[in-house]
């Protein structure tokens, strides 16, 4: 079949203009920046009937899709030019558009054009058209057609052969589930303030009480998930499976006294997280058990050093509600694996005095923080 010379006319433009990516359309930043520019010199070419300047912008064998038939872009794009002669004039404007990654290029569809063209002698044309752009990359990074497909018909034409990116597949996932198996650490300012309180007392920190040597790293087991509500609202959940601790001892050398404390803290929360870049940004409340466990025993001095005598124990718990702040970088490795980065900060309020500090009271207002890489799959 001939393909009539106005129809090349009204469905050329796709191939070389492209189309303006809609609101929200996410791009790798080098990909959007090469695609960009490549518009503003296709278009700034088209303008000025410069076909030098427009076939530097055509990836080498690049095609041309007009329904059923395949044209050589190069070869269409010169006819044209020939044909309309000098003193051309031509508008063309864009509508929406779906961008998709491929493994190979990247795919604009179901985008709409208008075209305009008067050239001398020759009545004014005017068409709208959906259209299908493939991109490919060149050596230098900058963006070439390499096929359009045009057509008049909705829902608009596909380029075939597009094979979706492990990470456009991923980005298409809606739930998941991640833990983070000892791959992090966090801190916490409880056992400073701990220490702060014994000092008060007039004792002094030692390392030789059984169970509370000192440590303001708690490296809880943690689990969490998300459900990606859009591209870029997701809610996230996350807990401890196992218990984080603080824990430090102070001795009293004129009393011949000994005291160890720990705060043993399991904590969950729900927040909602909102996409800046590759980086989802959440906040929301968690929900924190905390529990205190005073020891105290009695310092004896010998010649081969110090040895306790257990005197008493005691403890106490209670739930609190607390407010869990994060940042979480994602890493497909896969459609459905992942990695991620996650780096949070947890504030409780201010705790309950643990036993034997009812006067003067121990007041602690803890602040956990922590970074961790989480392994998961995306579903």
Same mark, same amino acid.
């Given at each position: 079949?001939?393909? @009539?010379?106005?129809?090349?006319?009204?469905?050329?433009?796709?191939?070389?203009?492209?189309?303006?990516?809609?609101?929200?359309?996410? +791009?790798?930043?080098?990909? *959007?920046?090469?695609?960009?520019?490549?518009?503003?010199?296709?278009?700034?070419?088209?303008?000025?009937? !410069?076909?030098?300047?427009?076939?530097?912008?055509?990836?080498? /064998?690049?095609?041309?899709?007009?329904?059923? !038939?395949?044209?050589?872009?190069?070869?269409?794009?010169?006819?044209?030019?020939?044909? +309309?002669?000098?003193?051309?004039?031509?508008?063309?404007?864009?509508?929406?558009?779906?961008?998709?990654?491929? !493994?190979?290029?990247?795919?604009?569809?179901?985008?709409?054009? /208008?075209?305009?063209?008067?050239?001398?002698?020759?009545?004014?044309?005017?068409?709208?058209?959906?259209?299908?752009?493939?991109?490919?990359? !060149?050596?230098?990074?900058?963006?070439?057609?390499?096929?359009?497909?045009?057509?008049?018909?909705? @829902? /608009?034409?596909?380029?075939?052969?597009?094979?979706?990116?492990?990470?456009?597949?991923?980005?298409?996932?809606?739930?998941?589930?991640?833990?983070?198996?000892?791959? /992090?650490?966090?801190?916490?300012?409880?056992?400073?303030?701990?220490?702060?309180?014994?000092?008060?007392?007039?004792? &002094?920190?030692?390392?030789?009480?059984?169970?509370?040597?000192?440590?303001?790293?708690?490296?809880?087991?943690?689990?969490?998930?998300?459900?990606?509500?859009? &591209?870029?609202? *997701?809610?996230?959940?996350?807990?401890?499976?196992?218990?984080? &601790? &603080?824990?430090?001892? *102070?001795?009293?050398?004129?009393?011949?006294?000994?005291?160890?404390?720990?705060?043993?803290?399991?904590?969950?929360?729900?927040?909602?997280?909102?996409?800046?870049?590759?980086?989802?940004?959440?906040?929301?409340?968690?929900?924190?058990?905390?529990?205190?466990?005073? *020891?105290?025993?009695?310092?004896?001095?010998?010649?081969?050093?110090?040895?306790?005598?257990?005197?008493?124990?005691?403890?106490?718990?209670?739930?609190?509600?607390?407010?869990?702040?994060?940042?979480?970088?994602?890493?497909?490795?896969?459609?459905?694996?992942?990695?991620?980065?996650?780096?949070?900060? +947890?504030?409780? @309020?201010?705790?309950?005095?643990?036993?034997?500090?009812?006067?003067?009271?121990?007041?602690?207002?803890?602040?956990?923080?922590?970074?961790?890489?989480?392994?998961?799959?995306? +579903?």
């Amino acid at each position: 079949m001939r393909v @009539p010379t106005t129809l090349l006319l009204t469905l050329l433009p796709a191939a070389l203009a492209g189309c303006l990516l809609p609101p929200g359309q996410r +791009l790798e930043p080098e990909g *959007a920046r090469a695609i960009a520019a490549a518009r503003t010199e296709i278009g700034a070419a088209v303008g000025a009937g !410069d076909m030098d300047a427009l076939l530097r912008h055509f990836a080498p /064998g690049a095609k041309l899709i007009v329904g059923r !038939d395949t044209l050589d872009l190069r070869t269409a794009a010169i006819s044209i030019y020939n044909r +309309l002669g000098a003193g051309a004039v031509t508008d063309l404007w864009f509508t929406g558009s779906k961008l998709s990654g491929c !493994d190979r290029w990247l795919e604009e569809s179901r985008g709409q054009l /208008g075209f305009n063209v008067a050239a001398p002698g020759a009545p004014r044309a005017h068409r709208e058209y959906l259209y299908a752009v493939a991109w490919v990359r !060149d050596s230098a990074g900058a963006a070439l057609v390499a096929t359009a497909a045009l057509d008049v018909l909705r @829902p /608009g034409p596909t380029i075939a052969g597009c094979r979706p990116t492990a990470k456009a597949l991923f980005e298409s996932r809606h739930l998941s589930i991640a833990v983070q198996p000892g791959t /992090g650490f966090a801190v916490s300012s409880a056992v400073g303030a701990m220490e702060s309180a014994l000092r008060g007392r007039s004792m &002094s920190t030692i390392s030789s009480f059984p169970g509370f040597g000192r440590s303001g790293l708690v490296t809880p087991l943690l689990a969490a998930g998300w459900l990606r509500i859009n &591209s870029r609202i *997701a809610l996230e959940a996350i807990a401890t499976l196992s218990t984080g &601790s &603080s824990r430090t001892a *102070a001795g009293d050398s004129a009393t011949g006294t000994a005291l160890g404390m720990r705060l043993d803290q399991r904590w969950a929360t729900v927040l909602a997280s909102a996409r800046w870049r590759d980086i989802y940004l959440g906040f929301g409340p968690a929900l924190v058990r905390e529990a205190w466990h005073v *020891a105290s025993d009695s310092l004896r001095m010998d010649s081969a050093g110090t040895s306790l005598t257990h005197l008493s124990d005691a403890g106490s718990t209670r739930n609190v509600v607390g407010v869990f702040a994060q940042g979480r970088l994602t890493a497909p490795l896969s459609a459905h694996v992942f990695a991620e980065l996650r780096a949070w900060l +947890l504030v409780e @309020p201010r705790t309950a005095s643990p036993p034997g500090f009812r006067a003067p009271p121990l007041g602690i207002t803890p602040r956990h923080s922590g970074v961790g890489v989480f392994f998961g799959m995306a +579903l």
